[in-house]
C-alpha cells in the first residue's frame, strides 16, 4: 500500500523551476501519513447484536473448528433438529483449529460470542475462569441435561472449580498412529500397548536402519506425551494450582529423546519442528516422514484421508493407566447468551438423541452416551473408525483416573514445552538447561 | 503505474480555495467550509471510530489487566505493572525486539539497494521497459499477502523448490524455514524480493533530476560513478529519505510471513518472533491484552523516535535544491 504515485505528483519533471518548499512538505507530509498507518491497525471491531426474546422463532448462533467432513456431519446433526423443533434455527460457524481460539475470544470481546461453541480442555478453565461459560449445574438437576449415561470420569472432566463448564461431545485418548504398510512390507514387528518408552525407542531405531525412514516423531514437545509420561511417574502436569512436576523429571523426558535422537529413531529437528504442527496434514506418519506419529485416537480416520497407507493405532508407550477418558472437546454454552435454554437442549440432542448421535459418529470421538456408543460401535463400517473405537473400548478397561482440568495458563505452557523441546532438539540447550527454562516460564504462566 | 505526471500543471486551487465571485464572500465561504466537513464526514468519522478511539481505550487499557473475555466494566487498574514487566520480567520480549532490529536493520538498507539498483537499470528508454518495470513491482503488489508467504514458505522447504534448484549444482540445500538459523534469514530475502514499492518510487525520483545537471557533468569531464555520486544521490535524497523512513517503519511491522512461516508460535525457537507476532501472542493466545497493549504503545513510541531520529539527521544528508539556486 505505497502511495507510490507521490513524489512526482508534487512537482513537475525537467526544466520547469521545482516548487521547492512543496515538495519538502510533500515528502514529510507523506512520512507523516505513513506512520499514521501503524495505528490504523491497532483497530479492534465491535459489534451487538440484537435478537428476538423468548417464545417465537429462535437463531442460534453455532461455532466449532474441524474439517470438511465434521461440518458436513455437524450441519446435517443440527438440521435434524431444526426438523424437529421447526421455530429454531442455527447460523453456523466453522473453521480450522488453527485460530479458532483467536477468533472466539475476538468475537467474546466484541461482546458478539455464539451462543453454543466448541471449546477443549486446553481453553475450558480460561473461559470458565473468568465465567464466560454458562454453569450447566442446574440444567443437569433440573434434568434438562441428561448426562446420566456418561461415564462420571468424563463428565467430571468438564467441572471447573465445581461447575459443570461444558459438556464432553466425546471421548477420546492419546493414541500411537504406525504406519503398517511400512512395517509389514519390512518385515517388522507392530507396536503394541504396553511397551515401555525403552522399547518404544529401540523398535523405532529398528525401523530406521531397516526402512530409512525414522521410526518414531520424538514428542518431546507434545503435552500430551509428556503428561502421559509423567502420570506413570507418579506425577502430574498439574496440581491444584500449582506444576505438578519439577525440573529434574522434565531433564528426564528430554534426556530420554535426546537418546532416541542420538540413535537416530528419530527424524532431524526441522522435520520434527513439521510435525510438531497441530495440523493433521502434517504429522509425518501421513507425509512419509516417519513411521509414528502421536495422537489422539480420533484423529485415525482424518489421518487415514491423507494416506495411501495402512494405519495402526495403540496406545502410547508405558503403562496405559497413565491415559485417561478424556473429553475430545465440549460443547459450552455463552453465559450471556439470550438463547440459554434452547443451546443447552442442543446439547442435550446432540449428545442424546439416537438418531443425532448415530450421525455424528465417531467424529468428536466416542459419544459421550455409553449407551448410544455401544450403537454406533456395533453400525461402524470406516475401518479407520472402527479401529480407533476398538482400540479405545479396549483402553477404556485400562485407564487410570481422569487427571484434573488443566488451569489457566495452560495454552502458554504447551506454547513454552514446544519452544524448550526445540531449544534441546536443535542442540542449542542441554536437556537440563531447556527443562529450567521450560519450569520458569511455566511458572510465570500459570501465576 | 501511475507513476507519469501532468507536465504544467496549471495553477487551480484546491476545492476550498476562494471562487472568482466575490459577492456574499462571507456566507459562501461558511457554505463551503461546511460541504467541505460534509464530504470530509465518511473519513473523519471512520478515523474517530476505527482509528482514534481504540486507540484511547488500548492506552488505557495498557494500565489494566484486560484479558479479551472479562468484559471491560470488570477490568482492573494495574498501573505500570505491564510496562515493569515488559521491561524487566519478560525475556522474550527482549528476544522480539531484538528479532525485530535485526530484522530491520539488514533487510531494509539490502531492500533499498536493490530497489535503487533496478530503478537506475530501468530508468532508460527501452524498448518494453514498461513491461520490465510492471513485472518487478509485481511482487509488492502482492506485498502481505498470506498466500504469497506459504508460497514462499513451500519454496524454501527441505524439500522446496529452492532446493531442488540448489540440487541442481550438487549443492545440498539446507530446511531453510525450519532452520532457527535460517528462519529469519528466509523472512528477510522475502522482504527484500518485494523491493518494487520503493523502486517505483525512485523511478519517478529519478524522472525528476534535471537532465542539464547529467550534461553540465558530462562536459566538465564526469564519468558514469561520479555523475551518481554528485548529481544521482544528492538529488534523489529525498526519495531516499522517504523510502528509508517508511520502509523502516514498514520492516519493524513486519507480521504476516512470520505469522505463517511459524503457524502463529514465532517458532522454530521464537527465531521469527517479531514485534508484532510476540504482541499478537500476548493478546489473542495468552489473553493478555493489557500487556499486548502497553507494548503496542511502546512500539508506537519506539517507532516515533526513530523516525524522529530520522528527520534530525536529514539535514545533513537530505537535499532540497530549495533556497540558494543549487
Not at chain 1, 329 to 345: I, L, R, T
Not at chain 2, 73 to 87: H, I, K, P, T
Not at chain 2, 99 to 110: C, D, E, H, M, R
Amino acid at each position: 500500500m505505497h502511495p507510490a504515485t507521490s513524489p512526482t505528483a508534487g512537482a513537475p519533471a525537467g526544466r520547469h523551476h521545482r516548487t521547492p518548499l512543496t515538495r519538502r512538505r510533500l515528502v514529510r507530509g507523506l512520512a507523516a501519513v505513513a506512520l499514521a498507518v501503524p495505528l490504523a491497525l491497532g483497530a479492534a471491531g465491535c459489534g451487538d447484536d440484537d435478537a428476538g426474546g423468548d417464545g417465537g422463532p429462535v437463531k442460534l448462533s453455532v461455532f466449532w473448528w474441524g474439517g470438511e467432513a465434521r461440518a458436513k456431519l455437524t450441519e446435517d446433526a443440527l438440521a435434524l433438529y431444526t426438523k424437529k423443533h421447526p421455530d429454531v434455527t442455527f447460523e453456523k460457524t466453522w473453521q480450522a483449529n488453527q485460530g479458532y481460539f483467536d477468533k472466539l475470544a475476538t468475537l467474546t470481546a466484541g461482546g458478539n460470542p455464539p451462543d453454543l461453541f466448541q471449546i477443549d480442555d486446553n481453553y475450558l478453565a480460561e473461559y470458565a475462569g473468568r465465567s464466560t461459560t454458562l454453569d450447566l449445574g442446574s440444567y443437569q438437576d433440573s434434568g434438562k441435561l441428561d448426562v446420566s449415561k456418561f461415564p462420571k470420569s468424563l463428565l467430571e472432566y468438564g467441572v471447573v472449580d465445581g461447575k459443570l463448564a461444558g459438556v464432553a461431545a466425546g471421548e477420546n485418548t492419546q493414541g500411537l498412529v504406525y504406519n503398517k504398510t511400512l512395517l509389514q512390507k519390512n518385515g517388522l514387528p507392530e507396536p503394541t500397548t504396553g511397551m515401555s518408552w525403552e522399547e518404544h525407542i529401540a523398535w523405532a531405531e529398528q525401523v530406521a536402519k531397516k526402512t530409512k525412514v525414522p521410526g518414531t516423531q520424538d514428542p518431546s514437545a507434545d503435552y500430551k506425551a509428556l503428561w502421559v509420561w509423567l502420570r506413570q511417574q507418579g506425577k502430574d502436569l498439574y496440581n491444584g494450582k500449582e506444576l505438578g512436576f519439577t525440573a529434574e523429571d522434565v531433564t528426564k523426558w528430554f534426556e530420554l529423546w535426546k537418546g532416541a535422537r542420538d540413535r537416530g529413531a528419530t527424524p532431524k529437528p526441522d522435520v520434527i519442528h513439521e510435525g510438531n504442527s497441530s495440523d493433521i496434514t502434517k504429522q509425518l506418519v501421513v507425509t512419509g516422514k516417519s513411521a509414528t506419529s502421536w495422537v489422539w485416537v480420533n484423529q485415525m480416520p482424518d489421518l487415514k484421508k491423507n494416506t495411501k497407507d495402512e494405519l495402526g493405532v495403540v496406545a502410547y508407550p508405558g503403562d496405559p493407566s497413565g491415559q485417561w477418558a478424556r473429553a475430545s472437546m465440549y460443547w459450552s454454552v455463552f453465559k450471556g447468551s439470550k438463547h440459554k435454554d434452547v443451546a443447552v437442549d442442543v446439547i442435550n440432542f446432540l449428545n442424546n438423541d439416537p438418531e443425532a448421535v448415530a450421525l455424528l459418529g465417531t467424529d468428536r470421538g466416542l459419544p459421550s452416551n455409553m449407551d448410544l456408543r455401544a450403537k454406533v460401535s456395533e453400525t461402524a463400517t470406516d475401518p479407520a473408525m472402527k479401529q480407533s473405537i476398538q482400540v479405545e473400548s479396549d483402553l477404556a478397561q485400562k485407564f487410570g483416573a481422569s487427571p484434573q482440568v488443566p488451569i489457566k495458563g495452560h495454552s502458554k505452557v504447551k506454547s513454552e514445552l514446544v519452544k524448550a523441546a526445540e531449544n534441546a532438539q536443535y542442540g542449542r540447550a542441554t536437556p537440563a538447561q531447556a527443562a529450567e527454562q521450560f519450569v520458569t516460564a511455566c511458572k510465570s504462566a500459570i501465576a | 503505474m501511475a507513476v507519469t505526471t501532468a507536465p504544467g500543471r496549471t495553477p487551480r486551487t484546491g476545492p476550498a480555495g476562494p471562487r472568482p465571485t466575490r459577492r456574499r464572500a462571507g456566507r459562501a465561504r461558511l457554505g463551503e467550509g461546511l460541504a467541505g466537513y460534509v464530504f470530509l464526514s465518511p473519513w473523519l468519522i471512520g478515523l474517530m471510530g476505527v482509528t482514534a478511539i481504540p486507540m484511547l481505550l488500548s492506552l488505557w487499557l495498557s494500565f489494566t489487566d484486560y484479558d479479551i473475555l472479562t468484559p471491560l466494566s470488570e477490568v482492573r487498574w494495574v498501573g505500570l505493572a505491564n510496562y515493569e514487566r515488559m521491561f524487566t520480567a519478560d525475556p522474550s520480549y527482549w528476544h522480539a525486539v531484538r528479532v525485530t532490529l535485526t530484522f530491520a536493520l539488514i533487510a531494509v538498507p539490502l531492500k533499498l539497494a536493490a530497489a535503487l539498483g533496478v530503478a537506475l537499470l530501468l530508468n532508460r528508454a527501452w524498448r518494453g521497459v514498461g513491461l520490465f518495470r510492471s513485472l518487478f513491482y509485481l511482487p509488492s503488489l502482492l506485498g502481505g499477502s498470506v498466500a504469497l508467504a506459504i508460497v514462499w514458505v513451500n519454496m524454501f522447504n527441505r524439500d522446496g523448490a529452492f532446493n531442488s534448484f540448489l540440487a541442481l549444482f550438487g549443492v545440498e540445500g539446507l530446511p531453510w524455514v525450519s532452520d532457527p538459523d535460517w528462519a529469519l534469514e528466509t523472512l528477510m530475502v522475502l522482504a527484500i524480493w518485494q523491493f518494487g514499492a520503493p523502486m517505483v518510487i525512485f523511478l519517478a525520483g529519478l524522472k525528476q533530476v534535471p537532465t542539464e545537471l547529467y550534461e553540465a557533468a558530462a562536459v566538465d569531464g564526469a564519468g558514469a560513478w561520479r555523475r551518481f555520486r554528485a548529481v544521482t544521490l544528492p538529488m534523489l535524497s529525498p526519495v531516499i529519505f522517504f523510502n528509508l523512513v517508511l520502509e523502516t517503519i514498514n520492516g519493524f511491522q513486519g507480521f504476516t510471513a512470520a505469522f505463517v512461516l511459524s503457524n502463529g508460535t514465532g517458532g522454530p525457537v521464537d527465531s521469527t518472533l517479531m514485534y508484532t507476532l510476540k504482541l499478537y501472542i500476548s493478546g489473542f493466545t495468552d489473553l493478555e491484552m493489557g500487556y499486548a497493549s502497553a507494548m503496542a504503545w511502546v512500539f508506537l513510541v519506539a517507532i516515533g523516535v526513530v523516525t524522529a531520529v530520522f528527520f534530525s539527521t536529514g539535514r545533513f544528508w537530505v537535499h532540497y535544491s530549495d533556497g540558494d539556486d543549487s
